[in-house]
């Protein structure tokens, strides 16, 4: 329907609806084989259709760009090649856009690797004259082969903080040789002029490694203070070294909870079965419950976590279900969980959050974390003492064991960055008057003295 009134509305509106929206119109026609722009409409919000379309602006055809964005859509979604060849996504792209033509999965891996040599030159003209971080690590896949990969932390000249994967390849082995060398080809194929540190877990290869890199830095002028703070020790690894020490004799309480979850998770119908009674013990927690893995003490925790907020359905399996029973006694003589159990697994679980709450904090990769460090092992050295001065013998004795382990890798001043204690200084809130009180927390009042007389002199 159309306005015609003679003096609030004219003709504009029949010329739009002649060259831009009338399918039978021959102008319309014509323009689209002559290549003119259309008009480009984009969804509200950028995603859904939930607010209607909106004009975003006129847009021309390219059949490059349309295969850039092609290429990009593989690359982003983890597809595979030959997902071009597809007969419904072709008859799809035929119906959106019949002037393209789809590219075979040999020239879209012809155009992916374009994009990447092309990205390639464009990071390393970011990275020219900056001083950059590195992080890398290696392992073994299940098929035996070994792998490195490098990433790149860097701070552009807007100050915004980035990181980048500059090497992901095959290495012969684990050797910290055969580790510094494809660290030093990487810094050279970059084209990297200064490398302030590089963090590592706490293998003995990487030590090996790290000593060779800090040689070739040194002797090509590539680092700082003659690589002496180069090697940065993954704070998240001893973390975890720290709290799977405490975890090696594993409480009994915990252990019959696993086996109370590994019976729901063992078949389909025992979680039917779980579910119901969950409902009827009026529990409303979406939690999932999850097994744990021996190598990773924070499923643990996630495990226990979850498992707690489904008591009541346990306790009731417990009272109802002769199966429920019998699976532990059929799996080395043990009984259902108790509510001294669950008190145990809550003391547990209570403990471990502090550290699964430090390893997020100090694990971010797309903010800085090192002004937070020292804030982080002041929070995990005085829960630890708490524990210690505690009532709970079996949580004395976790306390002590993970103690040790904190001191060897913590405890010693010496054998710390000092790297990380400048960034604390320059954190605004916390200065040199919040680096002394940590210090007074993590190690002895000489250390502080010391500290804080070389800061008031710098």
């Known amino acids: 329907m159309y306005g015609c009134h003679y003096k609030k509305h004219g003709t504009s509106q029949l010329k739009v609806h002649l060259e831009e929206q009338c399918k039978k119109s021959p102008i319309l026609k014509s323009l689209v084989e002559k290549g003119q722009s259309r008009l480009d409409i984009k969804m509200a919000d950028g995603s859904s259709g939930a607010g209607g379309p909106t004009l975003k602006g006129y847009t021309k055809y390219n059949p490059d760009e349309c295969r850039r964005k092609l290429a990009r859509m593989i690359i982003m979604d983890e597809l595979p090649f030959q997902f071009v060849e597809g007969k419904g996504f072709q008859e799809f792209v035929q119906e959106l856009e019949p002037r393209f033509v789809l590219p075979s999965r040999h020239t879209v891996a012809k155009d992916i690797k374009k994009m990447y040599l092309r990205d390639k030159d464009v990071l390393r003209g970011q990275l020219a004259g900056l001083v950059v971080c590195l992080t890398t690590d290696t392992w073994t896949s299940i098929q035996n082969m070994n792998y490195m990969s490098l990433t790149v932390h860097f701070v552009d000249a807007d100050w915004v903080l980035h990181k980048k994967i500059i090497k992901f390849c095959q290495i012969t082995d684990h050797k910290g040789e055969t580790i510094g060398k494809a660290l030093e080809a990487a810094i050279k194929e970059w084209g990297l002029e200064k490398v302030l540190s590089v963090s590592v877990d706490n293998a003995s290869s990487n030590d090996v490694a790290l000593g ?159 002004h937070g460090f020292c804030q982080q092992i002041c929070r995990v050295k005085e829960e630890l003492e708490d524990m210690r001065r505690g009532s709970n013998e079996r949580m004395r004795g976790m306390a002590n064991s993970m103690m040790l382990k904190y001191d060897k890798y913590w405890g010693d001043l ?45």
């Open 212 to 370: 060779y890199l800090k040689n070739y830095l040194k002797d090509a002028n590539k680092t700082f203070l003659g690589g002496e703070y180069l090697h940065v020790r993954c704070a998240a690894h001893i973390l975890n070294l720290i709290v799977t020490e405490g975890l090696k004799d594993v409480d009994d309480s915990v252990a019959r909870v696993r086996m109370a979850v590994k019976w729901v998770r063992s078949s389909p119908s025992r979680l039917e079965k779980f579910k119901v009674a969950a409902k009827a013990a009026g529990i409303t927690s979406k939690k999932g419950l999850c097994t744990d893995v021996p190598t990773r003490w924070n499923s643990t925790f996630l495990m226990l976590e979850a498992a707690q907020e489904y008591k009541a359905a346990f306790q009731l399996l417990g009272d109802e279900d002769i199966q429920y029973v019998k699976y532990f006694d059929e799996h080395g003589g043990s009984r259902k969980p108790n509510d001294d159990d669950w008190v145990a697994v809550s003391t547990f679980v209570d403990f471990l959050g502090l550290f699964y709450d430090v390893t997020l904090n100090i694990s971010g990769s797309l903010y800085p974390t090192s």
């Open 414 to 458: 010496t054998r710390m960055n000092i790297f990380l204690y400048v960034a604390v200084i320059l954190d605004l809130r916390l200065k040199v008057s919040g680096l002394l009180y940590g210090l007074g927390l993590v190690h002895d009042q000489v250390w502080t003295d010391i500290i804080g007389e070389l800061a008031r002199d710098t």
